[in-house]
């Protein structure tokens, strides 16, 4: 029976974190196929890890936490959990990343793993902006912001996506296997990294629409314009890489 590895960075989140976990392990999924939570709680003040702990613990055998001692950012907490669900996981497997915030709904994952059973699909990006509405405010400016930097990996990679900063990124096991070692980025420049990793693995990229309702800035947002700046320098950075970043893991 397949497996479903999602791994969820968490840092400082609030009494959401377990609603979040629950819609996860509870998520709808295609017959032959089950889910298994890797949460890593990315150095949480003690009242935040305290709520990601009881989370874990209200799903037994479905949900597990691995404890960063110190923040060292989003990419940081993803290669943890990826580096701990490759040690188990079989290559008829599959990971995906879920954020730790209700921005992103479970009710997804079907469709995801439905794109990722097409002939030849290696990962599914998730698309935010394809049936997305007027937006006002920091969204507007959010969605700008994302199109420019998916324009400039795009422009790097050739893989043509629509929201490179989405957060649900799916991978089958043999593909995270052979692109791991590319990751570096500790922060949200992981982003545009694992674009770059699949472009030069040359794994054909699928892209769904999702579900997505952001929140502001006041209600726990993290991301800051100089992570955008991080990310365009990463994206020059990637196209010019032809080795691996040193010490990073296989």
């Known amino acids: 029976m397949p497996v479903l590895h999602v791994v969820m960075p968490v840092y400082d989140e609030g009494p959401t974190l377990e609603e979040i976990v629950r819609r996860v392990v509870e998520a709808p999924l295609p017959g032959g196929w089950q889910v298994d939570l890797t ?65 992103y709904d479970p009710a997804d994952f079907p469709a995801l793993l439905a794109a990722l059973a097409r002939d030849g699909v290696g990962a599914v990006f998730g698309n935010r902006w394809a049936a997305a509405g007027s937006r006002r405010g920091y969204r507007r400016i959010h969605e700008l912001a994302n199109g420019l930097l998916t324009a400039a990996s ?15 990124k799916l991978l089958q096991v043999p593909v995270l296997r052979r ?19 699949l472009a030069r693995e040359r ?48």
């Not at 795009?154 to 649900?168: K, P, R």
Request: net charge positive; with cysteine; hydrophobic share 45%.
């Open 179 to 197: 692109m791991r070692p590319w990751l570096s980025e500790e922060r949200f420049g992981i982003e545009p990294q694992v674009a770059a990793a």
């Open 154 to 168: 795009n422009a790097a990679t050739g893989l043509g996506v629509n929201d490179v900063e989405c957060c649900y």
């Open 39 to 103: 949460m890593v709680d990315d150095g949480s003040r003690p009242d935040a890890a305290r709520i990601a702990a009881d989370a874990a613990r209200a799903f037994p055998g479905r949900a597990r936490l691995i404890v960063h001692p110190r923040n060292r950012g989003k990419g940081a907490a993803l290669m943890t959990g990826f580096d701990a669900v490759l040690v188990r996981a079989s290559d008829a497997d599959a990971v995906l990343v879920q954020d730790a915030d209700l921005e």
């Open 203 to 250: 794994v054909r990229v699928a892209e769904v629409p999702v579900r997505y309702a952001p929140r502001t800035f006041a209600e726990g947002k993290k991301i800051r314009w100089t992570d955008g700046v991080r990310a365009l320098w990463v994206i020059a950075r990637e196209r010019a890489r032809r080795v691996p970043p040193r010490g990073a893991r296989p």
